[in-house]
């Protein structure tokens, strides 16, 4: 079966603002992939050239296994949903006015609407007007729209901004549902706190180019980025730093019974091995970078910053 999305090479310019440069990503079918990346990045534009919406400038775009652009666009349009970077509603409509629109529009019939108003909690609000709902609710119907036709395949620009933290971990935990369900997901973000353990891989863009491509591990992995220890233990004459292994250890912090290591990635198990061997040791915990330590050593061309 082929791919769900293959971008080969593709470039977009509009009026001389190259928006995209020479980007090639495959996307399995059934993954949650994150297109991270600051505002101008190019996220938007490799969305609307997914939707076809817009036409490459250069390369191929093909969805489901056919051009967004092509002959079969209009079924294609029947098997993915789509969540806009500024979700506008009717405000004077109804939640449940809203979504029976649209379905309308689809020849859905009006039981699917029910089941997601429920789904999406909004079923007690499903007779008051869009004007009075809140952020996270309007996003949870923007969210309800988008899935009307029980798409294979969902694409959500920016679909957390504005969320409190709470809101953010309830919609993650729907995608990661959907993802169960056996949808693929791509959703575009510079807002990263929250989406490290939900995405399978991450593409990061900047200025247009892809500057890394990957699950998270593989990220670590290619970065070499130093870990974090962290090492409490019972030393009643406080830590002698001379225990410490002599190699790999680039930074030391001891303070409340809790000794803190900035190490070497490929000497973490020979630092482990000798750390676990001193009498005084209770509690071991090991911290990979987060996502956010990625992404900003690949937006700065794979530099720490550190001298
Ligand atoms: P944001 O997070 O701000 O939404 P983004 O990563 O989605 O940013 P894009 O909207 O894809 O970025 O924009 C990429 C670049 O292309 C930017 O420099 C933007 O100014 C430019 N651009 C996008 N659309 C157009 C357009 N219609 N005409 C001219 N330039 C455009």
């Not at 410490?244 to 019974?257: E, F, T, V």
Request: net charge neutral.
């Amino acid at each position: 079966m082929s791919a769900c999305i293959e971008l080969n090479q593709v470039g977009k310019t509009y009026a001389g603002v190259t928006a995209l440069d020479e980007l090639s990503l495959t996307i399995e079918r059934g993954e949650i992939v994150g297109l991270l990346g600051h505002n101008g990045a190019g996220k938007t534009t490799t969305i609307k050239l997914i939707l076809g919406v817009i036409a490459p400038t250069r390369g191929s775009v093909t969805v489901l296994g056919y051009s967004p652009r092509g002959k079969q666009s209009k079924s294609l349009r029947l098997q993915w949903g789509y969540l806009p970077e500024s979700v506008g509603f009717y405000e004077q409509l109804t939640g449940r006015e809203v979504l029976e629109y649209f379905a309308r529009l689809k020849r859905i019939d009006r039981a699917r609407v029910r089941q997601l108003l429920e789904q999406f909690t909004l079923a007690q609000a499903a007779d008051r007007r869009v004007k009075t709902y809140s952020k996270g609710m309007r996003q949870r119907l923007g969210l309800a729209q988008a899935l009307l036709s029980s798409p294979k395949l969902l694409l959500l620009d920016e679909p957390t901004v504005g969320l409190d933290p709470i809101a953010t971990r309830d919609f993650f935990l729907t995608l990661d549902e959907l993802r169960r369900q056996g949808t693929t997901i791509v959703l575009s973000s510079h807002v990263l706190p929250g989406i490290e353990q939900h995405v399978d891989r991450v593409a990061i863009l900047d200025s247009g180019r892809l500057r890394a491509w990957g699950t998270l591990d593989d990220l670590r992995r290619e970065a070499a980025l130093p870990l974090t220890i962290r090492a409490r233990g019972n030393w009643p004459d406080g830590f002698d730093p001379d225990h410490l292994p002599h190699a790999g250890i680039s930074s030391y912090q001891y303070a409340d019974n809790t000794l803190t290591l900035t190490i070497k990635r490929e000497k973490k198990l020979t630092i482990m091995r000798e750390l676990l061997a001193d009498k005084g040791i209770e509690d071991i915990d090991v911290q990979a970078p987060s996502l956010e330590t990625l992404y900003t050593y690949y937006n700065n061309g794979g530099d720490t910053g550190h001298a």
